[in-house]
């Protein structure tokens, strides 16, 4: 497989170059530290995988992905952003925390390579990501309409949100409910990505108050709640424990 490695630090190019290099079945064609760079690279040397890291030196790697036309695998090597590793959902093989664990490296290069035929990126889905992250604010309040009345709530004071049939009911640290009538993707939209935590269809979490992570798919928060992690978000709850650990 060729390999096209995305990263702006060069100690960590010279690791991971170091890691593809110990692959047989592995090649390097070429690396950046630039979007503008890479834009007219990997279209000529058209890599078979793409090892990426999300802030580049003159912009983030999502504005690649949105132009290049090539039939290509990508794996984030990332020191872990919470909507980016939403995104990979979207299209992407995998994705690696920073510092890069060999062992999980070389399995997750060795399921690309078995696998390779079975992950390409869609270009529109990049598109969309990049507009998230690019045009996302943080916030540090949201109002909520109630069927009586607007609370303006502090984003700190959420605990968790949980939906139900086109609702969503937002549990505050001081035990109080507020129901709206929005469905709760409305809301993971508009909630800073990097302190909200989706770890199932009905459940979004914040994470300043998650104290336990239990593998048989549940949190335990400050609050003493459990709140189930769905098994397609398992991998994305777990990525976030080992980053704090």
């Known amino acids: 497989m060729k390999v096209y490695i995305l990263e702006d630090e060069m100690n960590i190019l010279r690791y991971i170059i170091s890691l ?4 047989p079945y592995l090649q390097i064609v070429g690396y950046s530290a630039e979007v503008e760079k890479a834009k007219i690279e990997i279209p000529n040397l058209l890599p078979d995988l793409i090892l990426a890291d999300i802030q580049l030196r003159d912009g ?14 990508i ?4 020191a872990f952003d919470q909507f980016a590793i939403d995104a ?25 390579f078995q696998r390779q035929e079975q992950f390409k990126f869609d270009k529109h889905q990049f598109q969309l990501v990049d507009n998230h ?16 009345y607007t609370q303006i709530v502090q984003i700190m004071d959420i605990v968790y949100c949980q939906s139900d049939k086109g609702y969503t009911t937002f549990h505050l640290i001081d035990g ?70």
């Open 75 to 78: 794996i984030f090597i990332t």
């Open 20 to 23: 593809v290099e110990n692959i």
């Open 176 to 245: 109080s409910k507020i129901l709206v009538s929005k469905v709760l993707k409305e809301y993971e939209n508009l909630l800073p990505n990097t302190t909200f935590l989706r770890c199932h269809q009905s459940f979004l979490v914040n994470v300043n108050y998650i104290t336990k992570y239990f593998k048989d798919g549940q949190l335990e928060l400050s609050t003493k709640q459990l709140i189930p992690v769905s098994d397609r978000k398992k991998e994305i709850v777990q990525a976030y424990i080992n980053r704090m650990i």
């Open 133 to 148: 992250y690019s045009e996302k604010e943080p916030i540090s309040r949201i109002a909520l309409k109630s069927f009586d």
């Open 60 to 73: 983030i790697s999502f504005q690649i992905f949105q132009e290049i036309e090539i039939d290509t695998q």
């Open 88 to 112: 990979l959902n979207l299209g992407a093989f995998a994705y690696l925390l920073k510092p890069v664990d060999v062992e999980l490296f070389n399995k997750t290069l060795d399921r690309c």
